[in-house]
């Protein structure tokens, strides 16, 4: 874990010095922008990679360096599989090394350098949202669920797409990023609802169902496996762990909450907010689902960063005399939360035959 600790540290003054090196940039007749530095961003990006993609260990890295050193990659066999996509960058990779750190190593490199590039162009406070990623947990779940973080990056850098409403590139994102992890088309419909203003019916609507499913979950589990019965998913229908913790649905309410009460500012500091915020509200929602089967939180996956995009906006709503305080107060509540998740709970240890602290 102490590496993860010194992980947290690095990235958060690189990334607090590319904002306070930050250049303000004109986009024609637009407002006055601020870029934070692209080379102490670079150095975020760098520490993210080498970490993530230097490790051995982590939830089901084991299994996936376990299978690239077990299997062959013919052609058969990956035409065999649903995610088509990632068995030919394993055939690929293992035609030039059976060491499958390399396999570890690239998904990371492409995870984290997408994540990083879409949240240095949107954040309004760049380090808050590196943090944010890093506490809320998200940097440790790529670790985890590897194709799925990694359809979800190549998803997540499509946003100036969903931002722009140019539905054929972003289709065709998903439909790439699905060769990777097929439950990456569940962002075709929902492209359609999240494009639309925040809070106004729909978005009520979406909260009612959340409570109903939750309510009634043990009549309508049936019905959600029945949906899912073709993908990854369908094995977990007769798991019985229990839900996902509700302090981390809690954790996934915080910047919505805000979020809503400065609705009318934040949609002036930020026109596509909107879509953000309707990201989120599907995470929250997903969430509270998961409190009743904890397979469900594995789809807050494509939509918890934009939760870490919304939290960069949020102290900006506050009054100016206010913002250093509440700026404070999220680096405190986010560190406690990931020493309660991280130590407490799961008890993190990174492992790396390369990085040893």
């Known amino acids: 874990m102490a590496i993860l600790w010194v992980n947290l540290v690095v990235v958060y003054i690189a990334s607090f010095f590319s904002r306070y090196l930050a250049k ?56 065999a599989e649903k995610d088509i996509g990632f068995g030919i960058l394993q055939m690929v990779l293992k035609s030039f090394t059976g060491d499958p750190q390399l396999l570890i190593f690239l998904t990371a ?81 929902i492209y359609f609802i999240v494009r639309r203003r925040a809070w106004e019916a729909s978005t009520f609507v979406l909260l009612f169902v959340a409570v109903i499913i939750i309510l009634g979950y043990n009549v309508l589990s049936d019905a959600i496996f029945s949906a899912i019965a073709d993908t990854h998913y369908s094995e977990y229908k007769n798991f019985q762990e229990g839900g996902a913790n509700v302090i981390r649905v809690a954790v996934g309410a915080v910047p919505l909450l805000f979020a809503y009460l400065g609705r009318h500012k934040l949609r002036e500091l930020f026109p596509q907010s909107d879509y953000i915020v309707n990201m989120s509200l599907l995470n929250f929602v997903i969430m509270a689902v998961a409190t009743q089967n904890w397979i469900f939180a594995r789809f807050s996956i494509y939509f918890g960063l934009y939760n870490v995009l919304l939290m960069s906006w949020v102290i900006s709503l506050f009054v100016k005399r206010e913002q250093k305080l509440i700026y404070y107060a999220v680096l405190g509540f986010y560190m406690v939360y990931f020493y309660y998740e991280n130590v407490v709970t799961l008890n993190i240890i990174y492992k790396s035959d390369y990085l040893r602290f």
Do not use: C
């Open 109 to 189: 490199l492409v995870t984290n350098v997408l994540i990083v590039y879409v949240l240095y162009k949107y954040s309004k406070l760049f380090e808050v949202s590196i943090y944010v990623y890093i506490t809320s947990g998200l940097y440790i779940v790529s670790m985890n669920g590897v194709r799925q973080f990694l359809a979800s990056a190549i998803v997540f850098a499509a946003t100036k797409y969903l931002f722009a409403g140019s539905w054929q590139k972003y289709f065709l994102v998903v439909a790439f990023a699905s060769t990777f992890h097929e439950s990456a088309l569940i962002l075709i419909p």
């Open 24 to 79: 303000p940039v004109t986009t024609g007749s637009g407002p006055l922008l601020i870029k934070p530095n692209k080379w102490m961003a670079a150095i975020v990006m760098a520490t993210f990679v080498i970490i993530a993609g230097l490790r051995n260990n982590i939830g089901d890295t084991f299994f996936y360096m376990y299978a690239y050193k077990l299997n062959d990659f013919t052609w058969e066999q990956v035409r």
